[in-house]
T-cell receptor
Framework: GAGVSQTPSNKVTEKGKYVELRCDPISGHTALYWYRQSLGQGPEFLIYFQGTGAADDSGLPNDRFFAVRPEGSVSTLKIQRTERGDSAVYLC????????????????FGPGTRLTVL | DQQVKQNSPSLSVQEGRISILNCDYT??????FLWYKKYPAEGPTFLISISSIKDKNEDGRFTVFLNKSAKHLSLHIVPSQPGDSAVYFCAASGNNFNKFYFGSGTKLNVKP
């Protein structure tokens, strides 16, 4: 079956612009995670959704970052007034289960969106 | 502060030999540990996991060892194959599984 997909694969924008990054999780996966990976670092947690609700958004660096998952499937990460420091690969992952549920916690990652802010 | 650390940025091993990748963590509340493998331009792929109630988990050529008292885990790959060449990340989570902390990765090169 299809894995996690992310669009676009690459996004180049100018400082101060608004961007949206999209994640299509594996069908039936209730848990969805966004991570940010900078060069030479591991993925850094941003936000976790269980269904439609953001169960943990403690990793969002500031209020310029926002994410939604209105129907419990596709999620969009939104970044306002982009800064050069936002340049990174943004990874999305989904899993069959999440906290308080039974099932596998194995996260399946998408290929990421490489964001470059000039 | 980095709660999960991989202190070796790279490791080179001969094909057929054992690869040992190490990971240390600082948070004693971590309950669940995972290893991921990542090829360039792809997302990380899950390899193997271990919960804190165990000290060893094995899956084929891959074995993960957990030493809770030392807050240390390691991934053993035996025998190593050239296709194992990739970046390996360890990750940890508390028992609520809502947030996973990743190390900075170790780049493994298996030489034919």
């Amino acid at each position: 079956g299809a894995g996690v997909s992310q669009t676009p694969s690459n996004k180049v924008t100018e400082k101060g612009k608004y961007v949206e990054l999209r994640c299509d999780p594996i069908s039936g996966h209730t848990a969805l995670y966004w991570y940010r990976q900078s060069l030479g670092q591991g993925p850094e947690f941003l936000i976790y959704f269980q269904g439609t609700g953001a169960a943990d958004d403690s990793g969002l660096p500031n209020d310029r970052f926002f994410a939604v998952r209105p129907e419990g499937s596709v999620s969009t990460l939104k970044i306002q007034r982009t800064e050069r420091g936002d340049s990174a690969v943004y990874l999305c992952a989904s899993s069959l289960a999440g906290p308080g549920t039974s099932g596998s916690y194995e996260q399946f990652f998408g290929p990421g969106t490489r964001l470059t802010v000039l | 502060d980095q709660q999960v650390k991989q202190n070796s940025p790279s490791l080179s091993v001969q094909e057929g030999r054992i690869s040992i990748l190490n990971c240390d963590y600082t948070n004693s509340m971590f309950d669940y540990f995972l290893w991921y493998k990542k090829y360039p331009a792809e997302g990380p792929t899950f390899l193997i996991s271990i919960s804190s109630i165990k000290d060893k988990n094995e899956d084929g050529r891959f074995t993960v060892f957990l030493n809770k008292s030392a807050k240390h885990l390691s991934l053993h790959i035996v025998p190593s194959q050239p296709g194992d060449s990739a970046v390996y990340f360890c990750a940890a989570s508390g028992n609520n599984f809502n947030k996973f902390y990743f190390g900075s990765g170790t780049k493994l090169n298996v030489k034919p």
